[in-house]
């Protein structure tokens, strides 16, 4: 059996004050959590730090680990770590990588992502309880595999 080789990616949660969550407009995506592949050396802390500065000019500390997602289907493979994050300053700012940044509440920010898998993950994200998630799914078309709190 051949060994996968997995894109490692982060996703952030981030609220403010109001409890709004933090939303990037992506060139290609659309709206979206901020997120990014983990760069070599990096754990995966640094990059949701990173990332969400990147993306946001926001600078956030990590609370948790809210879920696990595993894309099994089709290559590149990839899995994504979903963490909430708290603001702890910063201005917003734009970037190649974000078009936009704002500040939405729950339910606007379900439905302002365009990519099915980054609905879902949202969805998902922000209805996570105190346990971890896990979730697998496909492309092409989406679908959820496997969905459950460990």
């Given at each position: 059996m051949e060994r996968p080789l997995h894109t490692v990616v982060v996703s952030a949660v981030v609220r403010d004050a109001d409890k709004k969550v933090l939303m990037i407009k992506h060139p290609l995506r659309g709206w979206e959590l901020p997120q990014g592949h983990v760069e070599g050396g990096e754990d995966l802390f640094e990059a949701v730090i990173r990332e969400v500065l990147e993306e946001s000019g926001y600078e956030v500390e990590v609370e948790r680990l809210l879920a696990v997602f595993s894309k099994i289907a089709p290559l590149p493979t990839s899995v994504v770590f979903g963490f909430c994050a708290c603001l702890t300053g910063g201005e917003v700012t734009t970037s190649e990588?974000?078009?936009?940044?704002?500040?939405?509440?729950?339910?606007?920010?379900?439905?302002?992502?365009?990519?099915?898998?980054?609905?879902?993950?949202?969805?998902?994200?922000?209805?996570?309880?105190?346990?971890?998630?896990?979730?697998?799914?496909?492309?092409?078309?989406?679908?959820?595999?496997?969905?459950q709190e460990i």
């Open positions: 990588e974000s078009l936009e940044v704002g500040w939405f509440d729950e339910v606007l920010a379900r439905d302002m992502a365009e990519h099915p898998v980054n609905r879902e993950r949202i969805k998902l994200l922000l209805q996570q309880g105190s346990g971890v998630g896990y979730f697998s799914y496909r492309m092409s078309p989406f679908g959820m595999i496997q969905a």
